[in-house]
Structures are given as structure tokens and as C-alpha cells.
């Protein structure tokens, strides 16, 4: 009797058994969480801010919103969206990782910000149909193993009338992905190693934006999941996109 292969899953550019991803991810991040933001800062020039802004603005939070932040790590965007949900919303940070969530709880109660954070998989999240006005998953989306289960998470939870964001890195114009590669595999990893003590997470990190769904793909994805009205917005080139759909 023939062998049942077993299903794997992408980590950066290898192949693994599809039950080993999240671990390995895990490990990733657990490495990062303490020089997380700082590296953001110097791997795009503090851009990576300005993005998350303008992310927010297309997500279009009013007072009194529901907002569920996914993969939200050191909780970057969940600042920008408490500020516009304000005190009758409700902005929810989640994370798998415990080490990022951690970085982000701790960010916001220093900040006078009290807001519940989860420990919880993108791929199953703890929350109730159709309850929040806005779902957001920025940079966490390609390390996540099921793609397509965590956009029909997202998908599930969101009101009729709500609307998802997803902010990645995608594909870059033709004539800027010479330097990009070399940038990517060449200073990246020496940076991570110097800043944070660890240059393989860096390299996986430059080598799982690679292997993310292009704009066009992601695209019919969240139209495959059921949403509505999917659009997408380049940034830098192509380096980032902001992706916007709605929930009808």
C-alpha cells in the first residue's frame, strides 16, 4: 500500500511537515519580540509607520467601533485605532505568540490604554459571528499557516456592513527587485544579527515575503472567502500593499 504523503507547509524557502510551521514561527518571533519595532525602524527607514497609517485611514474606524486587530504583536496599529474608536469602541489586540502579545499588552498599559489582548490562532479565533465592525491583520498574514482559514476567520466575524484590512509586503516592481534582493539577503540578515542576535530569523523573514501571495492573488482570495468589493492599494512600489474589502 502506496504511502500517504504528508502535507507541508512553506517556511520561508523550505518545506516542512504542515503541523511543524506554527512552532517554527513561533520560535521566529519569540527571538525578535524585545528588538521587534526597532528593527521595523531601521529595516524601512521608520516608513513602515507611515504605512500602518494610511491603513488605518482606508479602515475607516469610527467612535464607538468594534476593531479586531489580528497578529498585532507589539500593537502598533491597536494605538492608531483606539484613538478612533475611542472610549465607547472596542479595540481587541491579539496575537499567537505569547512573547509579542506580551510587548504589546505591556505598550499599551504604559500608555494608559486598557484593552483586552488575546492569546489566540488567526486560524480559530475565540470570537462569535458577525460581532466586529473592522477585522485588521498587518504584517502577520504570510506567516500564518492557512491562509485561506484565517480570511474566512476574518470574514466570519466582521458585521454585515464591516470591512477587513490586510497590510503585507508583496510584490515590488520589476526594476526595483534587483535591489530589493540584494538588500533582503544580503544586509537584512547582517542587520538582525547585529540588532537583535539573530540572523536566520531575519533571513526567513526576507524569504517569506517572497513566497506571499502577489497583489492579484490575495486579491481572489478574500473574494474567495466571501468578500466583497476586494481592492488593493500599492505602497512604495509594490514593496507593501494595503488590501480593503467588505463584508455584504
Known amino acids: 500500500m502506496a504511502k500517504t504523503q504528508e502535507k507541508q507547509a512553506d517556511f520561508g524557502f523550505r518545506r516542512v511537515p504542515l503541523g511543524d ?4 514561527v513561533d520560535d521566529v518571533f519569540h527571538s525578535v519580540a524585545r528588538r521587534y519595532d526597532l ?10 509607520r ?4 494610511f491603513a488605518v485611514e482606508l479602515a475607516g474606524v469610527r467612535p464607538g467601533n468594534r476593531v479586531l486587530d489580528i497578529a498585532g504583536g507589539t500593537a502598533d496599529m491597536a494605538r492608531l485605532f483606539l484613538d478612533r474608536a475611542g472610549p465607547s469602541g472596542e479595540v481587541w489586540l491579539t496575537d499567537i505568540n505569547g512573547a509579542m502579545l506580551a510587548v504589546g499588552r505591556d505598550r499599551l498599559l504604559d500608555e494608559g490604554h486598557v484593552a483586552p489582548a488575546v492569546l489566540c490562532d488567526a486560524e480559530r479565533l475565540p470570537f ?8 485588521c491583520i498587518a504584517f502577520g ?5 492557512n491562509k485561506e482559514d484565517a480570511l474566512a476567520e476574518m470574514h466570519r466575524v466582521l458585521r454585515p456592513g464591516g470591512r477587513s484590512i490586510v497590510l503585507e509586503f508583496s510584490k515590488i516592481a520589476a526594476p526595483l527587485q534587483p535591489a530589493y534582493d540584494w538588500y533582503s539577503f544580503n544586509v537584512l540578515p547582517k542587520l538582525g544579527q547585529w540588532v537583535a542576535g539573530d540572523e536566520a530569523s531575519y533571513r526567513y523573514l526576507a524569504e517569506s515575503i517572497r513566497m506571499h501571495p502577489e497583489q492579484e492573488a490575495l486579491q481572489r482570495m478574500m473574494e474567495t472567502a466571501g468578500f466583497d468589493r ?3 492599494f500599492n505602497l512604495a512600489g509594490g514593496l507593501v500593499a494595503v488590501h480593503r474589502a467588505w463584508k455584504y
Do not use: I
Open 21 to 24: 510551521k506554527q512552532a517554527l
Open 230 to 232: 476586494a481592492e488593493y
Open 128 to 135: 462569535p459571528d458577525r460581532y466586529f465592525d473592522l477585522t
Open 39 to 48: 528593527m521595523n525602524d531601521l529595516m524601512s527607514g521608520g516608513l513602515h
Open 141 to 145: 498574514l504570510r506567516n500564518v499557516t
Open 50 to 53: 507611515l504605512w500602518k497609517r
